[in-house]
């Protein structure tokens, strides 16, 4: 009996699969070209013939006619990977649920259905990366992004597979004894604060911009006994930074470390600021909300080059650190806005605050889930706020 | 019986309709806040530029609020009367913080000098204090004072400091290895408690600098102050929603009320809650330029 329900099963089985394969034979590829959706690699379900476990023949609510959006869809089969791709530091695309940024939904020339070789994907976004290097890190020059880096989530900051030094020191075991590390006082840390781990016009990989005491070789002026340790360290020569740190909102991290090394190399960087990373990831690896806020919103600014363009970087009076008022800030861009729009300036006070009204009163750069940025929709709550009669 | 008695069935009605009342009830009582707005205080003529701190005075019962951008000290009543403004004078520069001695001078963290400054109102005379600690100069931040001890947060170090009536450091606390950096502090139930702001923790320590487990909290974007209640629960401040998150001593969240906006219900870049002396929770809503005081 067993027999005959396990024999009825397996056929029960291959009858389904081959009807499916029937089925889209028989009725999707009527009119969707075949050789679209096959490949060196293809998506399981496609294979099989089974459209309808994304698609809906008839109707959907997704473009596409597909049964959900975005990674939704694909978390329906690859459940694990929705626990997965939630914990530690998550990349963009995978919290932005955009699966289809790298991958093809149907079939693909490259593993894992990656729409292009795998440093091409990468390079779709971080196109900086592309720029050809003097010196290029091997695994770097291959291609082999993943040597390094996992693509969807990691433990670690910069999606690194293992801790930074670890990592380094895993494949360059002989680093500890090399020549260009003799008189280092200890274990070798830090190799990132140097080292540029994909590409440099210095030999060694040696970022670009060095900082003017390691480049003459005075390591004594910060490290020796009786220097001052903390902020301290950087601020005793760095004075004029230390004036503008004297403000209400200022970027002096109370840690238990140097605060200024959380934005800065104390040693080389691929900028004259020798930032520790480019741009705005130095702001992004503390004010991850405001970045994913910024991403996720409907409406926002549009892509501005640098953080630093509207806020100050150590200190400011201002709030949220802007570097001018709410309105100068602005309209070093939008040269005639205020002058034909709601009228703003030292003269219009918003009566709910006593505070003079200007750009980021009604708008939110940052992102917001209605038109031009506002804080509220100006269909009527915006406007109501202020004034109570309309 | 049931069926038939139509009584009977009224009863069992009335009995589900009041079970289900009651467990909503307490369902609620978990999960909502019971803060209600109560007063707040805004300044007169000009107001308030963009407070930054706040030192409720629980002997004369009164409230004075640091000014950082108008230079100034602004005071106001248990009632959340505007009494008066205090600028020493023209002299105080980008207050930040302040505490009330026991002699009734005041100490006022000046960031524009990154002094301790005392400033004694009877005999209207300011002095100015950098702090050194072990050699090095203390970026002074947050102030406390409690059990007649002052306490203030090295920005610099990322120590709290217990200083002496000179003003010298005669105890520090430091933060765990691995710590992050630190957002505020506050002093009670005779210890010392530390809002990790990149960690998302807080520390407590003992009066003998004894640390207790850290507390991991949840579901907070960017946490800037912390209260403590008496009654057992943490509150944590979190700037960038606009929001006030109640944890259980474990690090459970209990409730949150309060969003971002210029609304009643909102606040804007708000800087630092604390308790009053009656118990209500007050919050330094910097960028609608007043404090919010909430009663349960």
Sequence with gaps: MRRLVIILLIFGLFTGLACSVALANEVCYKCHDKKNFS???THGPVAQGKCGDCHNPHVAKYPGLLQGEGATLCYSCHKRSKTEFAKGVVHQPVRDGKCLGCHAPHAAGHD????????????????????????????????????????????????????????????????????GHRGFPRKLTGCLSCHNPHGSSRKGLVRQHLHQPFAEKKCDSCHGAQQNTGSEACLHCHAGIK????????????????????????????????????????????????????????????????????????????????????????????????????????????????????????????????RYHLVLSAKRELCTQCHRSY | MLRKNPRCRLGWLLFFGMFFSASSFVWAAETQSPWKFDLSLQG???????????????????????DSTGNKLVSF????????????????????????????????????????????????????????HQGQEVFVDRLEIAG?????????????????????????YAMPAGAGWLADFKVAEKKVWVLDQKKKQVYSYD???????????????????????????????????????AFGRNGEVKYQFLSKGQGRDNLYFPQEIRFDHLGRLCVVDEGNSRIMVFKR
């Design chain 1, 39 to 41: 490949g060196k690699f």
């Design chain 1, 112 to 179: 894992g259905l990656l729409r292009k070789n795998l440093a091409e994907t990468c390079f779709v976004c971080h196109q900086e990366m592309a720029k050809p290097q003097a010196v290029s890190h091997k695994p770097f020059a291959q291609g082999q992004c993943t040597v390094c880096h996992q693509p969807h989530q990691a433990k670690n900051d910069q999606l690194l597979k293992m801790e930074a030094d670890a990592l380094c020191l895993s494949c360059h075991q002989q680093a500890q004894g090399s020549a």
């Design chain 1, 243 to 370: 004036t503008t740190m004297m403000a209400p909102h200022n970027h002096m991290f109370a840690g238990t470390e140097n605060g200024c090394i959380l934005c800065h190399s104390p040693h080389a960087g691929d900028d004259k600021k020798i930032l520790k990373t480019s741009g705005n990831k130095v702001c992004q690896s503390c004010h991850q909300d405001t970045f994913s806020r910024y991403a996720q919103s409907q409406h926002r600014h549009p892509k501005i080059d640098s953080c630093s363009d509207c806020h100050e970087v150590h200190g400011s009076d201002r709030l949220a650190m802007l570097r001018d008022d709410g309105n100068q800030v602005c309209s070093r861009c939008h040269l005639t806005q205020g002058k034909f729009s709601h009228p703003v300036g030292d003269k219009v006070i918003d009566q709910r605050t006593g505070q003079m009204m200007t750009c980021v009163t009604c708008h939110d750069p940052m992102g917001s889930p209605h």
């Design chain 2, 44 to 66: 007169q003529g000009k107001g308030m530029a963009l407070p930054v701190a706040l030192y409720v005075d629980h002997e004369k019962e009164r409230y004075y609020v640091v």
């Design chain 2, 77 to 132: 009543g248990a009632d959340g009367k505007y009494l008066q403004e205090f600028t020493a004078e023209g002299n105080l520069k980008k207050p930040y913080d302040m505490v009330r001695l026991a002699d009734g001078s005041l100490l006022v963290v000046e960031r524009g000098r990154n002094s301790l400054t005392r400033v004694d109102l009877k005999n209207k005379k300011t002095t100015h204090t950098v702090v050194k």
């Design chain 2, 148 to 172: 007649g001890k002052v306490y203030v947060l090295d920005r610099s170090s990322g120590r709290i400091l217990q200083l002496d009536e000179t003003l010298q450091p005669v105890k520090s």
């Design chain 2, 207 to 245: 009066e003998n600098g004894r640390p207790s487990p850290a507390i991991q909290l949840t579901g907070i974007d960017f946490p800037v102050s912390l209260a403590i209640d008496p009654a057992g629960l943490l509150y944590v401040l979190d700037r960038h929603r606009g929001a006030i998150v």
